[in-house]
């Protein structure tokens, strides 16, 4: 039988003592003394129960108690007032033995407890109300006359308010609270309904601090008089919803969980006040970015209200709401008939129809559909006229200007406009709200088309109409006067930009505070005016504030986002970063940098950490199981697409709640955020502290370029830029670097247009790298002039440097450094320097910290695979290419056999060469240490599964076999980009592959995957889930497997960065397809480095791949350089770097 907690008993023991404090006190009548006979008989036999630790029988013993008190409670409720001291504690041990059965219940999962919770709220109001009645009963005269004046306050606060005069109606209501809180009590209802309007109206006032403050007040005063009360619930709500408006969202998300806790235990979960709880839950996590969890509470507050009786208002609004996190999402398929739907429930509400096809406008302005997003924003209008308030008729009607050449500002200036503004602010001000906004939504619009005189009219129009409604200065029209001021800005209009905008940061500072997201929009727009003006030292101060803003906002979600939300979140506000490195010429804007680039890669690489804790296993057992069934997905061919992908979507949207409850739970993920960050001055220790090593950070940028520098200035700064066109506003993409070296200050070296560098990129790559009978590489004009561009700007800067240390972004994170023409001519740059790949400078120090996991082995090699192995399920039908593409497989290249899939092809062809290189290998191994520690897998048993379970163990991976890597046609969820058009996958309504199945490894059982279980291809999702953090290298000798989708700052999203958010120190990937006989010999060479001659990992490597460059016997010879060192037979043969430069070390640069 069931037993009860010990919580349980504590709080029985603690509704005991009320229960017979208040005894004592019964009239001694028969009927009374009986009562408390019996009553004291059956908290005997409960607390015998009790005692017994059993839950049934305590359970009934309690239902037997709460009737006695009940009957106990009336007998002193009838004789009240003589006995109103009696009476409270008699409903005070009542009300504590129903706390206790309903906690007893609701831990049970007993329905019941809902009703247990509603009689509790109903009793405790009873208790409010006597008590109420109480204090008035008391009262002297002239304390009756006090509480008369302050009622009369009240009436005249809510007149001022009626006027729309907050301040007078805040000092009226205060006054008012004042007399009562002392005569009657700050408990009492008359004296907390005045109370209850002073944070309400330095909400309106824009005093969201204040307001916080005192709704802060409210809540604890309803704590302790009402409890779990559907009051408490709502003024923690109303503190959520201050907390969210001032910009504190992740502070916010704590009183709206608890709102919606404390509704599904007193309304349970069908009542409209949990929906009600639900949509703000939704909504606030929607802001945050949290689109895994918002969705899930905005769906559940549909199903609620969609079961209520006929609400369409509250129907239309929640899927409106769906609607908008789609939409948010880039899920622009899915979002536009769900807006549809929304508009047939608001077919009888003109405003809610209204504010919908606002919401259409913007979608289909994201789409630039603009013809279709201005017919919506009409119909938006439309509909507010509708509404059959002539005021609204005429405000929403005024939506262009009778004559633009003659006046821009405004038509609201007729008196007939303005009369009807003043009524509509005292009458109607939540639609003329929603006016205002469609007209500003308008106006961008038509200053996305360069309608920029319609759009200055319509920016104006709605200030005018924000300002009447919350006054001059409210965040509100803060809004309308930074809309106006870039506009003018973006015109030349600087004057009366500087105006605007010094205007709207001076109220979203007073307003908001310095942090708030909106506030950090003003600095920045502002500091762009003061860097157009000349004004370099207002401008760097101003975006320097704007970043704090925005670093501190990407810190304050992150311990409740995915992977994905903070890449698209870091993503979004990566335009400060970009502002300050276009405001500051000079070294000192690398701390920034340093900062921000890799802040996701070192958040996900704690992470690791959890894998370890035993009471979060089970969420990591199930994120890696819903990681295979995604990756496993991915590759497969529906049958019903739309089902499929529909599936898909919501697999990830599992996967994404079970990492956000990860990120929240993890003490040690939360705790990077208050780590001291590496400065530049660290970093520069740390590289004084190494042999003649140098680091090289990339960073690619879209650099601001104002009018005032449309000169010959900007040739000083990079003449590679093309000039900028007149009369607009212009961003150019730009390659920057920053050199940190061992002694000196870090030197910062424009390196010109991102354009131009990603041309020469791609050109070099094509064909000359990818190539194997191309001309010599070292001498093409592409490698020279990618030489001039990328790397003598930067070698002056690097001292005694031997060894250089790259932290690529961009298209840079696919170029292989070590490949570009040397110094001398024909030669290359490996022969000058050894070169590394560092993905996050930030991490660098960690790179040489302790293994948090003991390995059992020493190296674990996979090769020889077996691809054709069937699994325990053949599949119904063939596979097809991935991405629902079919592709014959590509005939031998004349130089043998590759390692690499451009997509899921129907067949991978057995790799012979892999066998021979693990056994190779294993030769190597076992002849310096001997066979203990080395676990070779080969044909059938190179399995995922093997791989998942031994790969945590060793020290050394090795995996030859095939890479995989997406085309680029098929786009990540962090890329899409919608541009009106409807591929089969947005009609389905998936918006994009999770960036961590577009590349991967193959192993055995590829070509016959199990339905439903392993699919033979180890996805970076997948591998990015274990703990990998004993790994000092991982050698992935397969093709491709450096490669990735691009994030800006982060580095390439693919499978060699999954292996080091996993743990891996070192990281060996490739960056093309190398023919499988040369990527065994080099491999050979390389462990014959590692472990017979004992060198550090980058030596190891560049050592191999300079004795392939040297050896006639190894490649193709292409050239002859007069400097190539007489290092093997065939010294003075030139082998392409096709065959040996593919192979890029990351990491740990000296390991082992």
Not at 535 to 548: H, K, N, P, T, W
Not at 761 to 784: E, H, P
Request: with cysteine; net charge negative; glycine share 6%.
């Amino acid at each position: 039988m069931k037993q009860i907690p010990r919580f349980t008993i504590l709080l029985f023991a603690l509704s005991l003592g009320f229960f017979f404090r208040a005894a004592p006190l019964l009239s001694a009548d028969e009927n009374s003394v009986e009562l408390v006979a019996r009553c004291e008989a059956a908290v005997m036999q409960w607390q015998a129960a009790i005692d017994r630790h059993l839950l049934d029988e305590s359970v009934d013993a309690s239902r037997l108690v709460i009737d006695l008190q009940r009957q106990i409670l009336q007998s002193a409720r009838d004789e009240l007032p003589a006995q109103f001291d009696f009476y409270l504690a008699a409903n005070k041990s009542y009300s504590d033995t129903l706390v206790w059965l309903a906690e007893t219940l609701e831990e049970a999962g007993d329905e019941q407890s809902l009703a247990i919770r509603q009689e509790l709220v109903s009793l405790t109001e009873s208790r409010v109300a006597a008590t109420d009645e109480h204090l008035l009963a008391s009262l002297t005269e002239q304390s009756r006359s006090e509480v008369r004046r302050a009622e009369m306050l009240y009436g005249e606060g809510e007149q001022a308010f009626g006027n729309r005069d907050l301040a007078l109606a805040l000092s009226k209501f205060s006054q008012s609270a004042e007399i009562l809180t002392e005569h009657l009590g700050a408990t009492h209802s008359t004296t907390r309904n005045s109370l209850a309007w002073i944070p309400y109206l330095h909400e309106e006032l824009g005093d969201f601090s204040v307001a916080a403050r005192e709704y802060i007040r409210e809540v604890e005063l309803k704590t302790d008089l009402l409890g779990e009360h559907l009051n408490t619930a709502k003024s923690l709500q109303c503190l959520a919803n201050v907390l969210q408006r001032s910009g504190e969202f992740s502070k916010a998300e704590s009183y709206f969980e608890r709102s919606l806790d404390m509704r599904l235990r007193v309304a349970g979960e069908s009542a409209n006040e949990t929906a009600i709880a639900h949509t703000a839950l939704g909504i606030n996590c929607m802001w945050l970015g949290n689109y895994a969890e918002a969705l899930p509470h905005l769906q559940r507050s549909q199903e609620i209200v969609s079961e209520l009786p006929y609400q369409a208002r509250a129907v239309a609004a929640n899927l409106q709401n769906i609607a908008l996190v789609l939409s948010m999402m880039g899920d622009y398929s899915r979002a536009e008939p769900m807006y549809s739907e929304a508009l047939t429930h608001a077919a009888e509400l003109p405003d809610a129809s209204g504010q919908i096809h606002d919401n259409l406008g913007l979608l289909y302005s994201a789409l630039e559909e603009f013809e279709k997003a201005e017919e919506h924003f009409h119909s938006a209008l439309e509909c507010y006229q509708n509404l059959d308030v002539d005021q609204l008729k005429i405000i929403a009607s005024a939506d262009e200007p009778t004559d633009l050449s003659n006046d821009k500002s405004s038509d609201l200036s007729n008196d007939e406009l303005r009369a009807a503004l003043d009524v509509a602010v005292l009458r109607h001000r939540e639609p003329l709200r929603k006016i205002a906004t469609v007209i500003n939504n308008l106006a961008w619009l038509y200053r996305s088309r360069d309608q920029l005189e319609h759009a200055e009219f319509l920016f104006n129009k709605s200030l005018q109409i924000n300002q009447a409604i919350a006054g001059q200065r409210r965040p509100e029209a803060a809004a309308c006067l930074d809309n106006l001021g870039w506009l003018h800005m973006e015109e030349g209009l600087f004057d009366k930009a500087a105006a605007e905008l010094e205007q709207a940061l001076a109220i979203r500072t007073e307003t908001l505070g310095t942090m708030h997201v909106e506030t950090a929009v003003s600095l920045r727009h502002l500091g762009l005016l003061k860097m157009s003006l000349g004004e370099q030292r207002q401008a760097r101060e101003l975006i320097s504030e704007c970043l704090v803003a925005r670093r501190r906002l990407l810190d304050e979600t992150a311990c409740v986002q995915n992977e994905r939300q903070q890449l698209l979140m870091n993503q979004s506000l990566r335009i400060a970063l970009d502002d300050w490195l276009s405001v500051t010429e000079d070294e000192t804007a690398y701390r920034q940098v340093l900062d921000w680039k890799g802040a996701v890669f070192l958040r996900q690489a704690s992470l690791r950490s959890v894998r370890s804790d035993p009471e979060l296993v089970p969420l990591v057992d199930e994120l890696r199981s819903i990681g295979s069934r995604i990756a496993s997905m991915a590759f497969s061919i529906p049958s019903d697409e739309t089902k499929h992908f529909a599936e898909m979507k919501s697999l990830q949207l599992d996967r994404e709640q079970l990492e956000s409850q990860l990120t929240q739970l993890s003490t040690s993920y939360q705790d990077t955020r208050q780590h001291a960050e590496l400065t530049a001055e660290d970093l520069q220790a740390f590289i004084a502290e190494q042999d003649q090593v140098a680091l090289i950070d990339f960073i690619e940028y879209s650099r601001f370029v104002p009018p005032y520098r449309r000169t010959d200035e900007t040739a000083s700064i990079s003449t590679e830029l093309p000039p900028p066109s007149g009369g607009q506003l212009d961003r150019q993409r730009c390659f920057v670097a920053f050199v940190v070296t061992a002694s000196g200050p870090v030197k910062r070296v424009e390196l010109g247009s991102a354009e131009a560098i990603d041309q020469l990129v791609d050109d070099y790559r094509a064909n000359y790298l990818q190539r194997a009978f191309a001309a010599d590489a070292a001498l093409s004009k592409t490698g020279i002039e990618l030489r001039r561009l990328l790397w003598e700007p930067l070698e002056t800067h690097l001292g005694d440097a031997k060894t250089v240390l790259i932290s690529p972004d961009g298209s840079l994170g696919k170029l292989p450094f070590a490949a570009l023409p040397g110094r001398s001519s024909g030669s290359y740059l490996i022969e000058d320097f050894a070169t590394a790949v560092i993905p996050v400078p930030q991490a660098i120090t960690h790179l040489f910290g302790d293994a948090t996991t003991e390995p059992d082995g020493m190296v674990l090699a996979f090769g020889g695979v077996d691809y054709d192995v069937a699994g325990n399920v053949p599949p119904a039908k063939p596979k097809r290419a991935f991405g629902s593409r079919t592709r014959a497989a590509p005939a031998e290249s004349p130089v043998g056999a590759g390692r690499s899939y451009e997509t899921r092809l129907a067949k991978y062809p057995y790799l012979p060469a892999t066998n021979t290189e693990v056994n190779d290998l294993k030769q190597t191994y076992e002849d310096e240490f001997g066979e203990d520690g080395l676990d070779v897998f080969v044909a059938s048993s190179a399995t995922e599964a093997e791989f998942r379970k031994q790969a945590p163990r060793h020290l050394f991976l090795h995996m030859a076999t095939h890479g995989f890597f997406a085309p680029e046609e098929l786009v990540s969820s962090l890329q899409m980009r919608h541009d009106g058009s409807r591929s089969s996958q947005s009609k389905s309504g998936f918006v994009g592959y999770d960036p961590g199945v577009l590349s991967g490894i193959v192993l055995a059982g590829a070509n016959r995957p199990i339905l439903g279980g392993d699919d033979g291809v180890l996805t970076a999702l997948e591998v990015g889930e274990l703990d990998l953090s004993a790994v000092r290298v991982a050698v992935l000798s397969a093709c491709e497997t450096g490669l990735g989708k691009a994030a800006g700052g982060e580095g390439i999203l693919g499978i060699q960065r999954a292996f080091q958010v996993a743990g891996a120190r070192t990281v060996v990937g490739s960056l093309w397809e190398v023919n499988d006989d040369k990527t065994s010999a080099l491999m050979r060479d390389f462990y014959l480095n590692l472990w017979k001659e004992q060198k550090f990992t980058l030596e190891a490597l560049h050592e191999a791949q300079l004795a392939m460059l040297y050896d006639k016997g190894r490649g193709v010879r292409i050239s002859t350089a007069d400097n190539a060192p007489d290092i093997s037979a065939g010294a003075g043969r030139r082998t392409s770097p096709h065959f040996w430069a593919a192979f890029v070390l990351s990491g740990d640069w000296l390991g082992m």
